[in-house]
Each structure stands twice: as C-alpha cells, then as structure tokens.
C-alpha cells in the first residue's frame, strides 16, 4: 500500500486490522489528501517518516482514532502544516502535546481518550474546545480545561471537597475529575448566560474570571432532596465517564438548600435543533450520521444500565438531552437529575416526558422510571431520527404526533419508504441492505406497549454496532451543509 503513489485517499476505517502501522504509509505523502484508519486494533507507537522533514503537505485528514497505538504524542505531525481533521482519540497516547500543534489551523482536532498530561498548547486560530481533551491524565490543564495552578493529582472518579467549606457544612463545593481547578469562589463568581429555563432550574452558560467557561445547572430551592439525599447520587454521577454521557465537574449547594451541577461547556448543537430547526450553515444529516449519533446514545444508555458498580436509569431521553458535536458523536446530558429532586418534581419531568412524546405507557401508573423505560424513549428517538419528525404535541390541534402508529399505517399500506425522511435516503441504493429498514423494526421494537417485549438496550446496541451503513465515508464531510454554503457545523 505504502508504494502506491497514485492515492490521495484512504479509508479503512471500522475494519479487523491489528498489528503496526507500517512508516512507508508515509511514503504516499506528495499526493495523499486523507488517511482513515478509525476503529480498528492496531498497536504500537505511530511511525514517522522515513525523511526526517517530511511535510505531508497535501495531506487534510489524519483518523487514527479508536485504536490502540501506545507511545509519546508523535511530535512529526506538527509539520503537516495543511492538516485540517486530526483524531487521534481513543488510544493509548501519553505524555505531553507539543507546543507546535497550536499552530496549526484545525477544522477539528480530536485528542480525548488517551493519557495525555502536562500544559495544553495555546491554540491561536483553531477554535478548540474542552471535548477535543476529554477522559485525559486529571494532570492535563491549560486553556480550554481550565488553569494549571493548585492543581490535584485526583484519580478518575475520585472527589475532593473545597477546604474553605462552612462550619456547617452545607456551602461546599465537591469536585470530580476535571474539575480540580475549580474553586468555591470560581463558581460563585462566574457571570452567567442564561441557556434554558425549566420549572425546577435554569441553566447558563458561565464565564470565568480565568477566560475559561462552563455550563451551570441551578436546581432551585424547594425543588431538591436534603444534601444527604442528595450526595450519594452525586458522587455516583461525579464518577461516571463514558465518551456518549456529560460528566460532571463539580457540585455545590448553598446554605438557602440551592444546588449547582456544574459541566464542561461545550458550544455544540442538540439533536432536536439539528433535526428540526432550519439554520444556515446546518450539516446534512444522511443516514451514516445519523446512525452514528444513535449508536452513540445507545451506547450511553447500555452503560448506564449495565455498566456501572451501581447501575442507574437516565430518566430523560429525548432529542433536546441530545448534544451532538463537530464529529457527530452524541452526548447524552440531564442524567440523573430526576433523581436529585423532591417527588412532586419529578413527576413533573415525566409529565413534560409525555408533553414531549417520549413517556413509556406504563408510567401512566407507576410514575418511576426504569431501564425499560429509557429504552422505550429511545425507540422513540430513534424513530424521530429516521424520520425527522417530532414526536410532540401539536399546538393547534393539541394531539400528540404518534410516530409508532406512523410507522404501523406505513407499514399496512405497503409505503413504508415513505416515512423516512428525505436526507435520510440520499445516497442508499438499499435501505434493506443499508440497515435502514433494520433499524426500523429496532425502533418499533423498542416501543413496544408491554416493557417485557422491548428489547435491553445491551441488545439494542448489539443489533445497531452489526447493522452499520455500507457507506460510511459519508460520516468525513463535516463541513457539507445543505446549503452549500455557511459556517462548518
């Protein structure tokens, strides 16, 4: 392969491979526009060049991400001066990034995942934010993460309480991985932007005195369980970690009962606003993206249910809980804040739950959410994906948009590729073979009227990773937008 100097592109991404990369993949470099080699298992440290100033001057794309390369950060990529998407996410990589990378000019620039420690360089051009880091060494710091002075050396999951507490112990501020640069007085002090307002809380996007910003969550008095209630579910939250789930950075309640999650800021775009608000500048959402985004939120929930020491339920899915970033990678938020808040409060949530069209028929009674449950709101999410509609109610008729019976009317009338939505079928020459017809029944399954015929969502994700779309370079085009024209999403 190394010798096949005609290539400006190669994608060999989410295949078998194992072994090393060989250095005369570097050979194709004169003419090599992209190189996508993402999920698969190949080990080692990452080659250089053989000729020691190699620039790789055409090359735009480098996706090594989701393998397991071990070693330092190779220093060589900072002289690919023309490189635009760097993801190295998702492997074994330690040690310092190097002041060069700042000066390149990324569209994206993906490093979460690895080992990386030290002082991030400072990114003069490129707009990087605190994702690109995320799930680093807790000793990694500077600017987007936050400043490096006092800093911890706090292992993942491990929780610290600001020593300037109160003697009575209600005004503390307890941090997680990632939050070790914050202080009580940090937090207190940000100037807020108000994001979104509910009837238990308000969220704001908050500037701190460092340059730095993070995303607040204030539930307001009267509407939380005691801090004793509270803080066993917190720490629970604090240690959670999982690429598809917000972690949370710090938590902090005041002597009036008011309480503060704090979270990365990330200035990305929820799933309901890519789906169904019309901007300038919005990505196309083809099957292969969008699929991407649902098997991210699968995997987000799978974890919950069944990959924590103490497993939990969501409580809250629905698209506009959805972030999506610049990689199409999903991020689920509001976990667990369902349970953080007094009875009354939360059947309110499962209230706006059926408001929304994501509430599962058996809460109608039982009014407690359960991984049954979480999966019958994916199977409406997933739905909502494929078709691009919401599932909420209508404001002029006041009736709810009932995509399952949407699907079943389709079905009986033998125009089932009729309900999906019209991006979704560019580009698939066969939505049987494509997974798209799959994924149908995965969603309809899902929402199943009776719990116990809904699939766990461990199989949902199962059935998902083995009914990929055949064409997945479409996922390398994030600056494509409908218009044609506008700003990268």
Same mark, same amino acid.
């Given at each position: 392969?190394?010798?096949s100097s005609?290539?400006?592109?190669?994608?060999?991404?989410?295949?078998?491979?194992?072994?090393?990369?060989?250095?005369s993949?570097?050979n194709?470099?004169d003419?090599?526009?992209?190189?996508?080699?993402?999920?698969?298992?190949?080990?080692g440290?990452?080659?250089?060049?053989?000729?020691?100033?190699?620039?790789?001057?055409?090359?735009?794309?480098?996706?090594?991400?989701?393998?397991?390369?071990?070693?330092?950060?190779?220093?060589?990529?900072?002289?690919?001066?023309?490189?635009?998407?760097?993801?190295?996410?998702?492997?074994l990589?330690?040690?310092?990034?190097?002041?060069?990378?700042?000066?390149?000019?990324f569209?994206?620039? $993906?490093?979460?995942?690895?080992?990386?420690?030290?002082?991030?360089?400072?990114?003069?051009?490129?707009?990087?934010?605190?994702?690109?880091f995320?799930?680093?060494?807790?000793?990694?710091?500077?600017?987007?993460?936050?400043?490096?002075?006092?800093?911890?050396?706090?292992?993942?999951?491990?929780?610290?309480?600001d020593?300037?507490?109160?003697?009575?112990?209600?005004?503390k501020?307890?941090?997680?991985?990632?939050?070790?640069?914050?202080?009580?007085?940090?937090?207190?002090?940000?100037?807020?932007q108000?994001?979104?307002?509910?009837?238990?809380?308000?969220?704001?996007?908050?500037?701190?005195?460092?340059?730095?910003?993070i995303?607040?969550?204030?539930l307001?008095?009267?509407?939380?369980?005691?801090?004793?209630?509270?803080?066993?579910?917190?720490?629970q939250?604090?240690?959670?970690?999982h690429?598809?789930?917000?972690?949370?950075?710090?938590?902090?309640?005041?002597?009036?009962?008011?309480?503060?999650?704090?979270?990365?800021?990330?200035?990305?775009?929820?799933?309901?606003?890519?789906?169904?608000?019309?901007?300038?500048?919005?990505?196309v959402? $083809?099957?292969?993206?969008?699929?991407?985004?649902?098997?991210?939120?699968?995997?987000?929930?799978?974890?919950?249910?069944?990959?924590?020491?103490?497993?939990?339920?969501?409580?809250n899915?629905?698209?506009?809980n959805?972030?999506?970033?610049?990689?199409?990678?999903?991020?689920?938020?509001?976990?667990?804040?369902?349970?953080?808040?007094i009875?009354?409060?939360?059947?309110?949530?499962?209230?706006?739950?059926?408001?929304?069209?994501?509430?599962?028929?058996?809460?109608?009674?039982?009014?407690?959410?359960?991984?049954?449950?979480?999966?019958?709101?994916?199977?409406?999410?997933?739905?909502?994906?494929?078709?691009?509609?919401?599932?909420?109610?209508?404001?002029?008729?006041?009736?709810?948009?009932?995509?399952?019976?949407?699907?079943?009317t389709?079905?009986?009338?033998?125009?089932?590729?009729?309900?999906?939505?019209?991006?979704?079928?560019?580009?698939?020459r066969?939505?049987?073979?494509?997974?798209?017809?799959?994924?149908?029944?995965?969603?309809?399954?899902?929402?199943?009227?009776?719990?116990?015929?809904?699939?766990?969502?461990?199989?949902?994700?199962?059935?998902?990773?083995?009914?990929?779309?055949?064409?997945?370079?479409?996922?390398?085009?994030?600056?494509?937008?409908?218009?044609?024209?506008?700003?990268?999403?």
């Amino acid at each position: 392969l190394g010798y096949s100097s005609s290539l400006t592109d190669i994608d060999l991404g989410q295949n078998l491979l194992t072994g090393s990369l060989s250095p005369s993949i570097w050979n194709l470099c004169d003419r090599l526009e992209s190189l996508r080699l993402h999920g698969n298992s190949l080990s080692g440290s990452i080659p250089a060049p053989a000729l020691p100033n190699s620039s790789c001057d055409s090359l735009k794309v480098l996706d090594l991400g989701d393998n397991k390369f071990t070693g330092l950060f190779p220093d060589f990529i900072t002289r690919f001066r023309n490189i635009q998407v760097l993801d190295l996410s998702y492997n074994l990589l330690t040690g310092v990034i190097p002041e060069g990378l700042g000066q390149l000019k990324f569209d994206q620039l $993906n490093l979460s995942y690895n080992n990386f420690s030290g002082v991030l360089p400072k990114f003069g051009e490129s707009k990087v934010g605190a994702e690109a880091f995320e799930g680093n060494n807790p000793g990694l710091c500077g600017y987007p993460l936050g400043g490096c002075s006092g800093r911890t050396n706090l292992t993942p999951g491990a929780i610290a309480e600001d020593d300037t507490a109160g003697e009575t112990g209600e005004a503390k501020l307890v941090v997680f991985q990632g939050g070790e640069n914050l202080t009580l007085e940090d937090v207190l002090n940000a100037t807020g932007q108000v994001i979104e307002k509910t009837s238990y809380g308000t969220s704001y996007k908050a500037k701190l005195a460092d340059g730095g910003t993070i995303a607040l969550r204030l539930l307001r008095e009267g509407c939380c369980k005691d801090r004793s209630s509270c803080l066993p579910v917190v720490r629970q939250l604090g240690r959670i970690r999982h690429e598809n789930l917000d972690p949370l950075r710090a938590f902090y309640q005041g002597k009036r009962g008011e309480k503060l999650l704090i979270y990365d800021y990330v200035p990305t775009r929820t799933l309901f606003e890519l789906l169904h608000e019309p901007k300038p500048g919005k990505p196309v959402l $083809n099957w292969a993206r969008r699929h991407k985004i649902a098997l991210g939120i699968a995997r987000g929930l799978a974890y919950l249910h069944t990959g924590l020491e103490t497993t939990m339920t969501h409580g809250n899915v629905k698209s506009k809980n959805v972030l999506i970033d610049d990689f199409f990678v999903a991020r689920l938020t509001e976990i667990g804040v369902d349970k953080l808040v007094i009875p009354d409060v939360a059947d309110e949530m499962l209230s706006q739950l059926k408001t929304d069209g994501y509430k599962a028929p058996e809460l109608q009674k039982m009014n407690k959410c359960n991984p049954r449950t979480d999966v019958y709101a994916f199977g409406i999410l997933l739905l909502e994906i494929l078709i691009g509609k919401k599932p909420d109610k209508n404001s002029r008729s006041g009736d709810y948009m009932d995509l399952p019976s949407m699907v079943k009317t389709a079905v009986l009338e033998e125009t089932t590729m009729e309900v999906f939505d019209v991006e979704v079928l560019k580009g698939i020459r066969s939505p049987m073979e494509d997974g798209l017809v799959h994924a149908l029944k995965l969603a309809m399954g899902c929402c199943a009227p009776v719990a116990t015929a809904r699939p766990t969502m461990e199989e949902v994700l199962k059935q998902l990773e083995e009914n990929r779309p055949r064409n997945r370079s479409a996922l390398y085009s994030p600056t494509e937008t409908r218009s044609g024209t506008g700003t990268p999403f």
